[in-house]
C-alpha cells in the first residue's frame, strides 16, 4: 500500500505526466457528459423498449461500445466504430489499390491524405447508418418522440447531430493521443467498456444471491476463471519469440563496433487487439444493412448473425479474427525491410545468409508463431458464449473474453507502460518491481 502511495506521489510530481492525465481526465468526462446529451425531440423517459432490444444481442454490444449511449437516444449514439469501418475499408485499399500503395511509401504527407480519406468515408457510413439508428428509434420507441414533430425534418436533423456526434468522439480520441495520455480511440472504446462494468457486475451479484443453493460459490467460481482469463490474455498480448542477431565487427580508428549479439522480440500476438476490433466491426454490418428492423422481419442469416451467443455468429467470428490477424501482422511487419537494416548494419542471423534468406526466415517465423496466435486470441474473443451456457448473466458473460477484455487488457497495459516510462526517464521507481510493462505497441500502431 506504501508502495502504491509512493507511486502515485512520483506521477503527480512529474509535471508533463499530471498535465497529460488532467487532460486525458477532462476529455473523458466531456464523453461520459455527452453520452447523456439526448437527441432534440426525444423524451428520455419514453426510451424503455429502445433499453429492452439492447439488453441483448448485438446490439447490447454495440452499445457497451458506445458506453450506453446507443440506448439513451444519446448524440454520441453511434459511438466510434463508423471509424473503425471506415479504418478498414482504407486499410484494404492499401493493399488492393496502387494508388493507397502509393500513398503509404510517401511517408508523413501520404498517412495524412490517407487519414484524410478515413474521415470522409467515416462521414459517409455515418450519413447510411445515423437514418437506419433514426428509424429503429421511431419503431421501438416511437411514443418518445415529442407529439407533433415533423419527421422529414427531424430525421435530416438528427442525422446531422449523430454524424457531428460521432466525428467530434473521433476528436476527443486524437486529442487524448497527442496531448493526453495516448492510444485516443483504443482509450474512447475502453471508457466505454469500463462504464458498463460496475452495472454488469451488481447484476451478477443480485441474480446469484437470488438462488437458493451455492449461488455465491459459483460467483466465486466466476471471479477465479475471470482472473484466469485476464492472465491469459496479459500473456497473449505480451508473449514474444526472440531471434538472435550477431553484429560483425567493424574497426574505424581505434574504436571498435559491433561484434554484440542481439536479439529481435517478434510478438506472438504481432497485431494486438486490432484484429478483434476490426472483425467485430464487420459483425456489426447485417444491423446496419437491415436498419435495425427487428428480428421478426430478419431473415434467417440476419438472425444468426445477430446472435452473439449461437454457433454460426461465433464461428464466423473466430474465422474473422484469425484472417484479420494475418493481415494485420502483414502491412505492420515487413521482413524484407527487416533483413535490409540488418544487411546495412552488418548484422546476421547465424546460419542463415543475409538478404532473401533473412527476409523468407523471418516470415517463416511469424507465420509459425501468427498461427497459434491467432487461434488463441479467437478462443478468447468467444469465450464469453461459453459463460453464457453455465448461466452467467449475458452483460457480465461479456467481460470474460472477446472485445471488451482484450481491449480493457490491451490498452490498459499500453497506459501503464506510458506512466512507467515517464516514471523511469525521472529516475523513479516503476510500477512493478518484478521488471517493466510490456505493452501491446511495440510493433504496432495503436489508435
Known amino acids: 500500500m506504501r508502495k502504491a502511495i509512493e507511486t502515485l506521489k512520483n506521477i503527480w510530481k512529474i509535471e508533463d505526466l499530471r498535465q497529460q492525465i488532467l487532460i486525458t481526465i477532462l476529455f473523458v468526462a466531456i464523453y461520459r457528459f455527452g ?21 441483448e444481442g448485438l446490439l447490447a454490444l454495440l452499445n457497451m461500445f458506445s458506453g450506453g449511449a446507443f440506448s439513451n437516444a444519446s448524440i454520441f449514439a453511434l459511438g466510434i466504430m463508423p471509424y473503425i469501418s471506415a479504418s478498414i475499408v482504407i486499410q484494404l485499399l492499401a493493399i488492393a489499390v496502387p494508388y493507397f500503395q502509393k500513398l503509404q511509401r510517401e511517408g508523413e504527407s501520404g498517412r495524412r491524405k490517407i487519414n484524410q480519406y478515413t474521415r470522409y468515408l467515416t462521414i459517409a457510413i455515418l450519413c447510411v447508418q445515423a437514418p437506419s439508428y433514426l428509424i429503429n428509434l421511431k419503431m421501438q420507441a416511437g411514443p418518445a418522440l415529442n407529439p407533433g414533430i415533423d419527421w422529414t425534418f427531424f430525421i435530416i436533423m438528427s442525422t446531422l447531430i449523430l454524424t457531428a456526434g460521432s466525428m467530434f468522439i473521433l476528436w476527443l480520441g486524437e486529442r487524448i493521443t497527442d496531448k493526453g495520455i495516448g492510444n485516443g480511440i483504443s482509450f474512447i472504446i475502453l471508457i466505454g467498456i469500463i462504464a458498463r462494468l460496475p452495472q454488469s457486475l451488481f447484476q451478477e451479484i443480485v441474480s446469484r444471491i437470488s438462488e437458493k443453493t451455492g449461488g455465491l460459490i459459483m460467483f466465486l467460481f466466476e471471479i477465479i476463471f475471470l482472473l484466469f482469463v485476464i492472465g491469459a490474455a496479459i500473456m497473449l498480448v505480451q508473449g514474444t519469440r526472440k531471434i538472435p542477431v550477431q553484429y560483425a565487427r567493424k574497426i574505424v580508428g581505434n574504436k571498435q563496433y559491433g561484434g554484440a549479439r542481439q536479439y529481435i522480440p517478434l510478438k506472438v500476438n504481432a497485431s494486438g487487439v486490432m484484429p478483434i476490433i476490426f472483425a467485430q466491426a464487420i459483425m456489426f454490418i447485417p444491423i446496419t444493412l437491415i436498419g435495425f428492423t427487428g428480428a421478426e422481419s430478419a431473415s434467417s442469416f440476419v438472425q444468426a448473425m445477430s446472435d452473439i451467443t449461437g454457433f ?24 524484407n525491410q527487416m533483413a535490409e537494416d540488418m544487411k546495412r548494419n552488418n548484422g546476421f542471423i547465424p546460419g542463415i545468409k543475409p538478404g532473401k534468406n533473412t527476409a523468407e526466415y523471418i516470415d517463416e517465423i511469424m507465420s509459425r508463431i501468427t498461427l497459434p496466435g491467432s487461434f488463441f486470441l479467437a478462443l478468447i474473443a468467444i469465450i464469453p458464449a461459453f459463460a453464457g451456457l453455465f448461466g452467467v448473466k449475458t452483460d457480465f458473460a461479456r467481460f470474460f473474453g472477446g472485445t471488451s477484455l482484450l481491449i480493457l487488457v490491451g490498452v490498459v497495459l499500453d497506459t501503464l507502460q506510458q506512466v512507467e516510462s515517464h516514471l523511469l526517464m525521472r529516475h523513479y521507481d516503476g510500477l512493478l518491481k518484478s521488471g517493466r510493462i510490456k505493452g501491446r505497441s511495440g510493433n504496432v500502431a495503436a489508435y
Open 35 to 55: 453520452s447523456y446529451v439526448v437527441l432534440p425531440g426525444i423524451n428520455p423517459t419514453m426510451l424503455t423498449q429502445l433499453h429492452q432490444q439492447t439488453s
Open 312 to 335: 454460426w455468429y461465433n464461428f464466423v467470428f473466430a474465422v474473422l479474427i484469425v484472417l484479420f490477424t494475418y493481415f494485420y501482422t502483414a502491412i505492420t511487419i515487413n521482413p
